[in-house]
């Protein structure tokens, strides 16, 4: 097994033999024997191993996207994602982009680099209708602490589940016009690249806020820098991370954006060894590992 860190090695089971691959240089040893995979969390180079795991069964990785590395895999190699694990951090991200954008946080830390006491009176949270749009473990995530801040949520899924007041995405024609922000937590697959396009930033009022923590894909990026600020966005992923240097995103009116950063802080450690070490157990014992993707 290769886990991706030393406490994961020290936490595993009695009866595997452990190695520890960070993502940094070449991992120790006859590669051909490894069974099990966990990657390390956010070195996209680590699947350069696979190829050489040439007894390779399972793969855990620690994001909950998995679209990047299924297509990698050879036939029969079972692929897990870490769903569940980024929920706080990344819904906290979303909460942090919103708050920042209502209240023009990056503006007044600009002025005060600047030296500027330029006083404003601005948007707020309070009073806005949020819609969700992925309402997994990111969006009930999101949801949960969009509600004490007094917005009403309106929920978005693949497909409507009236029982649990969840809209279907057909839907979304109808619910931009009363949207004063729209929050993308949906996974990277073809139906959902593009699924916010010219057509329905332009169903859009004026001034909304669009935020999106899922994948970048998700946004027709050109767009909605086309929308020359009408529509505001705070964004953690984008079409192209990072943008090319020449890349119209770095200057766009009303668009600021974190580099993909909302599934990686503290909160995602103990979460992430406390999983690991429960697929290290189930692995040992030969019992069905949690999170299966395919
Ligand atoms: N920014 C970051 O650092 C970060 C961190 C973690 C994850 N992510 C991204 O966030 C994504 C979501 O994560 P999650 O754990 O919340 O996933 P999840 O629990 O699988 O939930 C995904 C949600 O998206 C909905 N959905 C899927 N296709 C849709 C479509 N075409 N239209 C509308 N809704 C659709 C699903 O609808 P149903 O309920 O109807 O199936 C579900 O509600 C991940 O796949 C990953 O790409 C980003």
Known sequence: VLVPTEQDRRAAPAGLRVDVYTGDGDPAGDLGDVTFYVLPYARPDAVQL????????????????????????????????????HDASTAEMAMALILAAQREVPRWALNQRDGAWQRDFTRSLAGSRVLVVGYGGIGKALEARLLPFEVEVVRVASRARPEERIHGVDELPALLPGADIVALAVPETPATRGLIGGRELALMPDDALLVNVGRGSAVDQAALLAEGGRIRAALDVLRDEPPGPNDPVWTAPGVFFSPHIGGGSATFVPRSRKFIAEQLRRWAAGEALLNRVS
């Open 50 to 85: 696979l190829p050489g795991l040439t007894g390779l069964r399972a793969v855990q990785l620690l994001t909950a996207g998995y679209e990047a590395v299924q297509p990698l895999l050879p036939a029969g190699v079972a692929l897990h994602n870490a769903a569940g694990l």
